[in-house]
């Protein structure tokens, strides 16, 4: 493979990659060759070269996208079916003169369009997390020496050092490798740092496999290395995270889509309807226009659910408060009810469903294999063998393997808040952790033990070995690393019973055993030397060495993922793992996690081979996918999506963005997760528990019940009302309730009494029913029935209320005072109703309901009672006071409709989710 040179007009030479910055499979290029192409030298770039190519491929840092002007934003509010409904209803209490209701309505559609407004922009505010993380300073060599440069001024070709605790400012074919290892979880989601070399890799490698190669925004833990800049700004694989995030375009929610239908398919009823109604009252009836069009606008504020789009929002407002007391934050309220018609999550593994922390979770000995308890970096945790717990300070073998990890590693542990934190290698942490669980002191170890001399790992040679004086004053070799690679370097195992001969093909066995379990393994040990050697060198530690065991490192699963996991699959939802880890990992972590069929692993470069037809086959049947690079996550997402169903995606690096974008719900981690990940989804976990989801299905689930049920209460009483005026005006006959006493009603009753179904628990089987069927419509037949149904006996009730109050000698405003009353209680005792989709509401929990259906009947009880005695309300509705008698009557309505709902939903059966 070569990448040719050629030259400009003036004669500079330019590399023919580097003129247009493209990604090109440099790890795969030999140094030569990668240099030449860069026309790069070790000692770099010259100021004038920099200077043009800077001009050339512009500053090292993602473009920033247009973005339209707040005015726009603000307008773009107003662009929903709900809020015409809204302002509809506005103007109808505005030609009725009503100001004040007029007044309200306005002001839900201001606060909408504000809080939609302070939302807009989540994709740029994604992208400007991103850009953060590239690197604000560089070191370079320019002209042959070491300099200092901004981050936004590296250019392809210039030569990089890395060290400890930088950051990657661009992309880079690294041409020097000394112990140098990257932190690339945010790009792969990968728990374990990655060894870097300066050798060729495939060109088939995947993104984690790519050793030859520092990517930009990663994390230098441990070693040293320079690399040539082969793709800055948008060319790097973050810029094409980005690239994707602007690509991506976030889908609308299942509830906002049949909202919006049900908002547009009501609208275009209530206005055929009030033509209809118009023309034959001026047509047969003979009416007067401005009598019968004051009667059509009655109807239109009768039929049109004012209330409606305020108790939405409202509900999901509520929904996320309660959320955000379980530590789930909700950034995009339409989200919520999203989350709980979710039927499938694709969660990454490191960190939402691990810990994130590596472990040790078995030490293999010569003749011994130890179990070890704990949970990530907590230095609590027991050691037992053969199913038995044992005292690990009492097992000589075990203190020395334990004493010579933590002295051959470069890790700090430290106390901070209560908790273990780790400084340095995730890796050699957890070998200062086990050691700590075993008894030992890791400061007063290291105090006793004293280093000498250190060979550093690197991946070349791939183990570390240190130099001790042991608290007698002899001098001891200590090594660890790859095992394959230590057994190799050992003569004798260390036993119980004493050194003996090595048995390696004994040792090869344990160290695949350990492998099937999706642990990674260290191989640990010893070489007495003499005092007077003050240092080592390759030769002391190749040959002659002691081998002390086997320790098997797992990043662990979370415990309480695997009881969510058994609580999604209950409520029928799916979850799958796609992770940038290894697949025999992954898989062991999916048995631990009880995913289902945890050996169908399908890896990423299986998914390349794969054409859509073939993904959207094998996707629903696969639990686990590994080695994924953030496209692969992407095409996932939507390989679901395409098949009907609702797919949350969980997660907490970069890698993970555009993923969190093109889920129906996204959802990252709030204490782990990257800001770009928090930006790019709709609900942060703060605590990033996995077994918060399960809480927060269940909250979304009850959210979308309790809309239901508020759709369900005001639907009917809106018909009821609507049929009134129709059958009026077909009949020919006096109202028996005015437009304005209609608006009074409704405006009453959505903020008291809908308001109230907002606020209602779970119910008991809601995470025993299966997701919700993005094609379910939320005017479903049983609604439509029930809407006829209760509004048909509504307009039953009014006419015969009125006409007994006729009867009775009540004069016209005092027979209408009577039917809004009946009306008002009517809608209380079928509140009590709805508050059971599916079950009797006649029983104790039923009567006594909630602290907000108690308050909301007490405050409309006390605005009706104002209604009907004051004389301001009589000046303004036209009321008159009524008698108790009268009153009993009222209640004795509510009572008959109570009953006969109640009849019908044992007729109907139970209501289906």
């Excluded at 020496?145 to 050092?161: C, M, N, Q, S, Y």
């Excluded at 160290?511 to 240092?535: F, H, Y």
């Excluded at 996991?565 to 979850?575: F, K, L, P, T, Y």
């Excluded at 690079?629 to 963005?657: E, F, I, W, Y």
Aim: charge should be negative; proline fraction near 4%.
């Amino acid at each position: 493979m070569a990448w040719n040179v050629i030259l400009d007009a003036s004669g500079d030479s330019r590399p023919m990659t580097a003129t247009s910055n493209e990604s090109r499979p440099w790890y795969a290029a030999t140094v030569d060759e990668v240099m030449a192409a860069q026309d790069s030298s070790s000692n770099g770039l010259t100021e004038t070269t920099a200077r043009r190519r800077l001009s050339t491929f512009g500053p090292n840092r993602l473009p920033a996208p247009r973005r339209r002007g707040p005015i726009s934003r603000f307008l773009a509010q107003f662009n929903d079916a709900l809020i015409y409904l809204l302002l509809a209803a506005a103007a109808v209490t505005i030609v009725l003169g009503h100001w004040i209701d007029a007044g309200v309505i306005l002001a839900v559609v201001l606060i909408n369009a504000v809080v939609g407004f302070l939302q807009e922009g989540k994709a740029e505010r994604a992208l400007d997390a991103i850009r953060d993380m590239l690197a604000p300073k560089a070191s370079v060599i320019r002209n042959g020496r070491r300099k200092a440069i901004a981050g936004d001024d590296v250019v392809p070709g210039d030569i990089v050092l890395l060290e400890a605790g930088d950051r990657v400012p661009a992309d880079l074919r690294l041409i020097d490798a000394n112990g140098l290892k990257i932190d690339e979880a945010v790009l792969t989601g990968e728990s374990m740092t990655v060894d870097k070399t300066v050798t060729p890799v495939s060109e088939q490698a995947s993104l984690g496999d790519r050793k030859s190669m520092a990517f930009s925004g990663t994390l230098v833990t441990y070693g040293r290395g320079q690399g040539v800049v082969v793709a800055t700004g948008s060319c790097t694989e973050i810029g094409r995270i980005s690239g994707m995030l602007t690509d991506v375009s976030p889908l609308e929610t299942p509830l906002l889509r049949q909202m919006r239908d049900f908002a547009t398919w009501m609208a275009v009823a209530i206005i055929g309807l009030a033509t209809l109604v118009l023309a034959f009252g001026l047509l047969v009836r003979g009416y007067g226009f401005a009598e019968i069009f004051m009667a059509v606008v009655g109807l239109s504020v009768a039929a049109i659910p004012e209330g409606l789009p305020a108790i939405f929002t409202i509900t999901l407002a509520i929904g996320a408060q309660n959320m955000a007391q379980r530590h789930t934050l909700v950034r995009r309220l339409p989200a919520i009810e999203t989350l709980g018609s979710v039927s499938v999550i694709c969660t990454d593994k490191t960190g939402t469903l691990t810990r994130n922390e590596m472990t040790v979770a078995s030490i293999a000995t010569a003749d011994r294999l130890y179990q070890i308890s704990g949970v990530g970096y907590a230095i609590e945790g027991t050691f037992s063998l053969d199913g038995r717990d044992i005292d690990a300070a009492r097992d000589p073998l075990l203190t020395e393997l334990t004493r010579a990890g933590l002295l051959c590693s470069d890790a700090g542990l430290r106390q901070s808040h209560g908790q273990s934190r780790i400084d340095g290698d995730p890796m050699e942490g957890a070998l200062l952790v086990v050691a700590a669980k075993a008894g030992l002191d890791p400061e007063a170890e290291r105090r006793a033990w004293p280093r000498l001399d250190t060979i550093p790992f690197d991946s070349s040679h791939q183990f570390m070995a240190s130099l001790h004086r042991d608290p007698t004053g002899d001098h001891r070799i200590l090594i660890k690393g790859a095992p394959e690679r230590i057994v190799a370097m050992c003569r004798h195992e260390c036993r119980t019973d004493g050194d003996q001969e090595l048995t390696s093909k004994k040792w090869l066995a344990d160290i695949d055993a350990l492998a099937s379990l999706g642990q990674r393994v260290l191989a640990i040990a010893t070489k007495a030397v003499d005092r007077s050697t003050t240092e080592i060198s390759f030769g002391d530690v190749e040959h002659g060495m002691t081998l002390l065991g086997l320790v098997g490192l797992i990043d662990p699963p979370r415990e309480e993922a695997v009881a969510s996991i058994e609580a999604c699959r209950e409520a029928g939802i799916q979850v799958k793992m796609i992770t940038g880890d290894h697949a025999v990992t992954a898989a062991a972590i999916a048995r631990e996690l009880g995913l289902e069929d945890p050996s169908s692993v399908l890896i990423g470069v299986e998914l390349d081979q794969l054409n859509d037809d073939e993904l959207r086959a094998c996707v629903k049947s696969t639990a686990v996918f590994a080695r994924t690079s953030p496209a692969h996550k992407l095409r996932l997402v939507q390989a679901l999506q395409s098949q009907g169903l609702v797919v949350a995606m969980t997660g907490d690096g970069v890698n993970d963005a555009p993923a969190l974008k093109r889920a129906d719900v996204g959802i990252s981690m709030g204490q782990k997760g990257s800001e770009a990940a928090k930006e790019a989804s709709e609900i942060v976990l703060v605590d990033d528990n996995f077994a918060t989801i399960v809480d927060a299905v269940r909250a979304g689930r009850t959210v979308y019940d309790n809309i239901k049920k508020a759709i369900l209460f005001i639907l009917p009483t809106s018909g009821g009302e609507a049929l009134v005026l129709i059958g009026a005006i077909l009949l020919g006959a006096t109202l028996p309730i005015t437009p304005v006493q209609i608006l009074w009603v409704n405006m009453v009753t959505a903020v008291t009494l809908g308001l109230a179904l907002a606020f209602e628990p779970s119910e008991r089987d809601v995470m025993r029913r299966p997701p919700r069927a993005t094609s379910e419509p939320i005017l479903s037949r049983f609604l439509m029935w029930r809407t006829v149904f209760v509004s048909t006996l509504f307009m039953i009730a009014i006419f015969t209320q009125f006409a007994l109050a006729t009867m009775q000698g009540a004069s016209t405003a005092e027979a209408r005072t009577v039917v809004v009353n009946t009306l008002v209680v009517m809608e209380i005792f079928y509140l009590f109703s709805v508050r059971y989709l599916g079950t009797s509401s006649i029983h104790l929990a039923g009567a006594l309901g909630t602290p907000a259906v108690l308050a909301s009947v007490g405050a409309v009880t006390v605005l009706q009672l104002l209604f009907t005695y004051t004389p301001f309300m009589a000046v303004l509705f036209d009321t008159r006071p009524l008698q108790p008698t009268q009153g009993l009557q009222i209640v004795a309505f509510g009572i008959v409709l109570l009953l006969i709902v109640e009849a019908e939903k044992r007729l109907v059966g139970r209501l289906g989710p």
